[in-house]
């Protein structure tokens, strides 16, 4: 069993920068592949960024690619998000999961364990 809790969320410029955090507990989260995901007032949940187990694979959404850097820390077992240039359109709920077999994923329906979620509002 995971569990997963974001931080890092909060009210920022247009153009500012947040980094949020997922931290993990459990013996096997370096070998768990983890992603982020969003989901904004009526909309559906939608993919961000995913990493695998050491970091080697990454992938990110096309509307924040450039922007967004996702990474992980095993030691730490944190997984990280740093979002740069922000805009209107980045303001959502962010979410944390892990992947129990270390695959990237940008669908949701294949991860296991999901954080509550840190809301992050971009004001113009």
């Known amino acids: 069993q995971v569990q997963l809790v974001e931080s890092g969320g909060g009210l920022v410029q247009v153009g500012g920068s947040l980094r949020l955090s997922c931290a993990a507990s459990?013996?096997?989260?370096?070998?768990?592949?983890m992603g982020w995901f969003r989901q904004a007032p009526g909309q559906e949940r939608e993919f961000v960024a995913t990493?695998?187990?050491?970091?080697?694979?990454?992938y990110y959404a096309d509307s924040v690619k450039g922007r967004f850097t996702i990474s992980r820390d095993n030691a730490k077992m944190t997984v990280y998000l740093q979002m740069n240039s922000l805009k209107p359109e980045d303001t959502a709920v962010y979410y944390c999961?892990?992947?129990?077999?270390?695959?990237?994923?940008?669908?949701?329906?294949?991860?296991?364990?999901w954080g509550q979620g840190t809301q992050v509002t971009v004001s113009s």
């Open positions: 459990g013996r096997s989260f370096s070998t768990y592949a």
């Open positions: 990493i695998n187990w050491s970091g080697g694979i990454i």
């Open positions: 999961a892990a992947e129990r077999g270390g695959f990237t994923s940008g669908v949701d329906t294949e991860y296991d364990y």
